[in-house]
């Protein structure tokens, strides 16, 4: 069982930048392909950007393309979104998730593939 710490949310003005941490405890995170996911008050879950265990493999939503970046360091069992150009759209909580996969080059935009996420991390962006 891995279990998921996110941080870095808060408030920013559109077109400022944030960058979020999901910090991973339990097994080895190696082997933890990671999403990233948010949802705003009256929406469903949306899928935000994800990320294989080797961090070859990354895929964003059609929403966030180009603003969005999604990274990874193994060594601190951490993974990043960094998060530029932001709009009011963007106001959501954000969850990371994480699903144990063999393969290197693994990764998913549904949540339901997902086995273990965080408690969420709030982003508001004002206009």
């Known amino acids: 069982q891995v279990h998921l710490v996110e941080s870095g949310g808060g408030l920013v003005q559109a077109g400022g930048s944030l960058r979020l941490s999901c910090v991973a405890s339990?097994?080895?995170?190696?082997?933890?392909?990671m999403g990233w996911f948010r949802q705003a008050p009256g929406k469903e879950r949306e899928f935000v950007a994800a990320?294989?265990?080797?961090?070859?493999?990354?895929y964003y939503g059609d929403s966030v393309k180009g603003r969005f970046t999604i990274s990874r360091d193994n060594a601190k069992n951490t993974v990043y979104l960094q998060m530029n150009s932001l709009k009011p759209e963007d106001t959501a909580v954000y969850y990371c998730?994480?699903?144990?996969?063999?393969?290197?080059?693994?990764?998913?935009?549904?949540?339901?593939?997902?086995?273990?996420w965080g408690q969420g991390t709030q982003v508001t962006v004002s206009s």
């Open positions: 339990g097994r080895t995170f190696s082997h933890y392909a």
């Open positions: 990320i294989s265990w080797s961090g070859v493999s990354t």
């Open positions: 998730a994480a699903e144990w996969r063999y393969s290197s080059s693994w990764y998913s935009g549904q949540a339901n593939e997902y086995d273990y």
